[in-house]
């Protein structure tokens, strides 16, 4: 017979270093043998909630307490398999039975507080940490505990005196520091909330200080250059911490404080829209300068740059690099990174025929020497690829190449390789019929739409009401989850946002989308990112059929023929009590883009990528009219095509929003945005904690009509 405790101790081992599927295989073999072994099933139960199957969790965590109905470490665990699962309320229940057995029970304490919030009891919350509190003045755990609710509750003064205890107590507790530095971002207070995360991550880098770094800093403008600060972005951009373009702005405006390359943007914008020599724009030593910024480099080869000043230098830099400099390899870090720039925004750099005729030289005259084996410059290979793709020139990848070409090759040769086979094996799940779709579908197979390089890694891998609450901690809602939810991404493009899902929320995901090109380089990044639960399949839509537990639209239903037919259509595969992720666009923030749309008929530009460069300049000397370069989508071929071009679009209204939610029984959980908005909410509407009022947010966009610049991007769910 086999020795149970030698199975138990191996089972345990496994657990301990995090193979759980041995682990649960180990705790699985022990109760064959011995069915009543308490501390396998606790152990079994432990594991399975922490491989997010709390409904198979819950049933073995049940057998333990009622075997130990004395030990508060189970009746803790089963609480959390229980919320887990959004059973709010027997989940506290469970918490409150731990208190009792052991009532300094830290986690149980910070456990508790998180149903409550939930369940929108925050005063019932707040009075039992400071009951806690007045008998144990220097816990640690019922001042975060506190803190935390004070936050929740919007009394983030009194969330700050917390955080601020706790740091006396713990000089240095990263947690403490991390929530500090968002309460001050909260109350205004950037600089102190930019020293503390510094000072955080100063002690150590995690996901979460690394996350609230980017979440201060992205809306910031330099005034001055700070080396310490370029480091943590240079960072941030190349890990990466969170999606680098929302990090492309500061980084420009950090950029533009360097001294030397500044200085080189400054002459590039004072001469624009007239060209510079190489020597006029760089100087005798600025060119080389360029391969030692850092900063620059990572933003090129990481984001799409959305920022005139900086386009107006890679424009002018390209142009004379191309004509005095063709072939000298010189700054061959900075080359090559403008040609990956180059690539990512699909070449939307204005060029007139001089510069592009001596493109075309270029060209033929690495065509010429690939076929007769010459020798070929590497400044060549860049400067060729800073006007079109290398992919149709055969022979580049069977040469050695200096270390700042291979990325470049990698990125216009190997990538489109790999997509292009990809695409091939992709299933179509339903027919392309409609002809509005078929339509759209043309355009997203020639313009992919994003033309994105890296995606942020996963903080925490979730249930899909977890995650959510963890999105919107002051929205009150329950939900039912089972081990293997399923999500669909509906139109998920370039996979862009989709791939996120899979990472942080405990899925089946299935991503669909019209473009075989865009599903494409969705899955081959998905495979970069080594993600296994996420199927891409071409689909329309509007003929999908199924069931599903959350589902996610954004930027999608705006470019269909009856945009509230489909989310209606869409609703119909949601499950009860299922979530969804929506983005649609603001009638009042587009108005600079339909006015530029407008200026764009009349003109009669078409929207070929040489029509599109040609607009774009047009559009800029309307800018104070049409406002399109505060846009992000306005600085690339795909995305400009997609803000300015687009073959179908609707704009709707907070009200039209609202109406249709109560007509189909939906709850607002909240708005995706930026965390300086939000608290400017919150100090102009108090009394909304959860940010929810359509009617408030429609008074709130009166005033400040560009907040919604992107989309409407807001999570709902199907009430039950």
């Not at 000089?171 to 207070?189: H, I, T, W």
């Not at 075309?360 to 006007?387: H, Q």
């Not at 380089?521 to 537990?549: C, H, M, P, V, W």
């Not at 705006?558 to 989310?567: C, F, K, N, S, V």
Request: charged share 20%.
């Amino acid at each position: 017979m086999q020795d149970i405790s030698a199975l138990l101790n191996a089972a345990i081992s496994h657990h301990q270093a995090g193979r759980l599927d041995a682990a649960i295989a180990g705790y699985r073999g022990v109760l064959l043998l011995d069915p009543s072994q308490s501390g396998a099933m606790a152990n079994l139960g432990s594991a399975l909630c922490e491989q997010g199957k709390p409904a198979e969790a819950e049933t073995y965590l049940r057998r333990a307490v009622s075997l130990s109905p004395g030990n508060a470490e189970l009746h803790n665990n089963l609480g959390t398999a229980l919320f887990d699962q959004g059973k709010l309320e027997a989940a506290l229940a469970s918490f409150h039975k731990t208190l009792a057995l052991n009532p300094g029970h830290e986690q149980a304490l910070g456990n508790l507080g998180t149903v409550m919030v939930g369940m929108g009891r925050l005063e019932e919350a707040a009075a039992g940490f400071q009951a806690e509190l007045a008998g144990h003045p220097n816990s640690l755990s019922a001042l975060k505990s506190l803190g935390i609710v004070r936050w929740q509750m919007d009394q983030l003064a009194e969330a700050e005196s917390c955080f601020r205890r706790i740091l006396q107590l713990a000089p240095g507790n990263p947690d403490a520091l991390d929530q500090l530095a968002a309460v001050l971002q909260g109350q205004g207070k950037i600089s102190d909330a930019l020293d503390t995360v510094g000072e955080s991550l100063h002690r150590g880098e995690t996901s979460q200080n690394r996350i609230l770094f980017c979440d201060i800093v992205r809306s910031l403008r330099w005034s001055a250059d700070n080396a310490a600060l370029r480091l943590l972005l240079t960072k941030a951009l190349l890990t990466p911490w969170t999606r680098p373009e929302r990090l492309a702005i500061t980084a420009a405006s950090m950029i533009r404080q360097g001294a030397v390359t500044g200085a080189m943007i400054a002459k590039a914008v004072a001469a624009w829209p007239n060209p510079l020599s190489a020597a006029a724009l760089f100087g005798e030593t600025g060119l080389a300068s360029l391969d030692g910024d850092h900063l620059l480099l990572a933003m090129m080869t990481t984001a799409q740059n959305t920022e005139l000043m900086l386009e107006r230098f890679f424009t002018l830099a390209r142009r004379a690099l191309l004509i005095e400099a063709c072939d000298k390899d010189a700054a061959l870090a900075f080359r090559a990174a403008l040609a990956q720039q180059c690539f990512i925004n699909e070449y939307v750099f204005f060029q007139d025929d001089e510069e592009t005729a001596h493109a075309e030289a270029a060209r033929a005259r690495l065509t010429a020497a690939l076929e007769k084996n010459e020798p070929i410059s590497a400044s060549l290979v860049a400067t060729v690829a800073s006007y079109a793709p290398l992919s149709d020139l055969p022979g580049l990848l069977e040469r050695q190449w200096p270390v700042p070409l291979l990325a470049l090759l990698n990125q216009q040769i190997t990538e489109p390789a790999e997509e292009k086979r990809l695409a091939a094996t992709l299933p179509a799940l339903t027919p392309i019929e409609d002809a509005v779709s078929q339509k759209v579908q043309a355009m997203y197979e020639q313009n992919p739409y994003p033309r994105w390089v890296k995606a942020p890694p996963p903080v925490i891998q979730d249930s899909i009401g977890g995650y959510l609450h963890r999105q919107f901690p002051r929205a009150i809602f329950s939900w039912e989850a089972n081990d293997t939810p399923d999500f669909l991404s509906a139109g998920c493009g370039t996979g862009h946002l989709a791939l996120e899902f899979p990472q942080n929320i405990r899925a089946r995901v299935l991503a669909v989308d019209l473009s075989r090109t865009s599903l494409a380089y969705a899955k081959r990044k998905g495979g970069e990112l080594g993600l296994t639960n996420i199927t891409f399949a071409q689909a329309d839509i509007l003929k999908l059929t199924g069931s599903f537990d959350a589902i996610e639209s954004s930027g999608v239903l705006h470019h269909m023929a009856d945009p509230l037919g489909a989310w209606r259509h869409l609703l119909g595969l949601l499950r009860p009590g299922g979530f969804m992720l929506l983005g649609l666009y603001s009638e009042a923030a587009r108005q600079g883009v339909v006015r530029a749309r407008n200026f764009i008929a009349e003109k009669g530009y078409g929207d070929t990528p040489s029509e599109i460069r040609r607009a774009r300049q047009a559009i800029l000397a309307l800018d104070r009219i049409t406002r399109v370069s505060s846009c992000a989508d306005f600085f690339g071929i795909s995305t400009c095509r997609d803000l300015l071009f687009h073959v179908q679009e609707t704009r709707f209204t907070l009200g039209e929003i609202g109406a249709f939610l109560k007509e189909n029984n939906l709850k607002l959980l909240g708005f995706e945005i930026d965390t300086d908005v939000l608290a400017a909410y919150r100090r102009r509407f108090p009394q909304d904690l959860a940010a929810t009022d359509l009617s408030n947010w429609q008074e709130f966009e009166a005033d400040h009509p560009d907040i919604f610049i992107g989309m409407y991007s807001f999570w709902v769910q199907k009430v039950a």
